[in-house]
């Protein structure tokens, strides 16, 4: 399994000049390194529906597909290691839904420890990377079995190891999203201790449907309209490195760097709504874009938040995962709705940069972000 050159598009160097609003300008470009995925073949090379993806220190890449029913392992020269996680109930297997109420099924990698966790809202598993399970956590809070209780998701983990998870509350007609972030067990647990909310949307109803329950001595039935929150307004991410949080307000077209205490710590404008946020390691803001040709663009900011540029890709990405030293994991489909991952590398005009006093540190950058 490598490079494809049969696919709908052929890819080479893929090259653009960046579109700049800032007095620092510069050229990028986006080299693919490689690809993943086929139209027909081994069923171990085809992608069926693809939730998210982790990448390793060693840069091997895990894909969780409930299509497929298993998390894939791929080394970094894309060849296929093992699958884990296969569907089942005993240890190290899971069930794999096509969807719960809190969106895809997510991967997040756990560098100090090397774990993997996965985490769909329903359940939770710590493995290692040979499949290994070191934990199996059954969420009991939803907005129907039990809505006092927050249905959660792990999201990400930063670079001192605290755990990030999404959290949806409802409260009466409404529901909160917040982020919780807490440190984790030695049994791979978490403890959580501080919170972040960054939506509040009404509830709107949904299907009612009819189930039937004995009361007493009668069996009657029972209609019941679910509720579910409006479409979220907004993107979100963390940065791994300085532990705060991004987050788009797309009714204002606003960008913000929120920390947990509450106070926003910068605020852009932005051109049109994006679609989803990435920070690096190194403290670069990829904020992506879904174009109306299907066509994907990243707006650029810095680790110092000068607005650098942008690149395009030709095709629709439906996920970026962005590593250090400016490697890109995309997901993205063609024409059939054959999903593909593609490892890109941004290369350019980035120069070192220290931050003024006015600000926010971070870490300088070499020749790649």
């Not at 080394?75 to 096509?98: C, K, S």
């Not at 999201?155 to 919780?180: K, M, N």
């Not at 209609?223 to 705060?244: I, L, Q």
């Not at 400016?326 to 940069?353: A, F, K, N, P, T």
Request: with cysteine; proline share 4%.
């Amino acid at each position: 399994m490598g490079i494809l050159s049969s696919a709908s598009l052929a890819f080479g160097s893929l090259l653009w000049a960046a579109s700049v609003t800032a007095a620092q300008v510069g050229d990028f470009r986006l080299v693919e390194e490689l690809q993943l995925g086929r139209i027909e073949g081994l069923e171990s090379d085809l992608f069926g529906d693809i939730h998210d993806l982790a990448v390793d220190a060693d840069g091997r890449i895990y894909v969780v597909d409930p299509g497929m029913q298993n998390v894939r392992v791929f080394d970094r020269d894309g060849q296929l290691v093992r699958e884990i996680a296969p569907e089942g109930e005993g240890p190290g297997e899971r069930r794999h839904r096509r969807m719960s109420y809190l969106g895809p099924t997510s991967l997040t990698w756990e560098p100090n420890r090397a774990r993997l966790w996965i985490d769909d809202g329903f359940q939770r598993q710590v493995l290692d990377s040979l499949g290994v399970e070191y934990r199996r956590d059954m969420r009991t809070g939803n907005f129907y079995t039990n809505p006092d209780i927050p249905a959660g998701k792990i999201a990400q983990v930063d670079a001192q190891g605290h755990i990030y998870e999404y959290q949806r509350l409802p409260i009466g007609d409404t529901t909160v999203s917040y982020i919780a972030r807490g440190v984790p067990t030695a049994e791979y647990g978490v403890v959580f201790s501080d919170t972040l909310t960054i939506d509040s949307r009404a509830l709107e109803s949904g299907e009612t449907r009819t189930t039937e329950r004995t009361i007493g001595s009668s069996r009657v039935s029972i209609a019941v309209s679910d509720k579910r929150p409006e479409r979220d307004e907004h993107a979100w991410t963390v940065s791994t490195a300085r532990g705060t949080v991004w987050i788009s307000v797309n009714e204002r077209r606003q960008l913000h760097e929120i920390a947990f205490t509450g106070d926003t710590l910068r605020t852009f404008d932005l051109d049109t709504a994006p679609t989803e946020l990435d920070v690096s390691p190194e403290g670069w803001v990829w904020i992506r874009h879904s174009g109306a040709n299907a066509e994907t663009t990243w707006d650029l900011l810095d680790n110092c938040g000068e607005r650098r540029g942008s690149v395009l890709l030709p095709v629709p990405v439906s996920l970026t995962h962005v590593g250090r030293g400016g490697v890109v994991h995309v997901v993205w489909s063609d024409d059939l709705d054959i999903e593909y991952i593609m490892r890109l590398r941004l290369e350019g005009d980035v120069d070192r940069r220290t931050c003024q006093a006015n600000q926010t540190p971070s870490v300088t950058q070499d020749s790649t972000v």
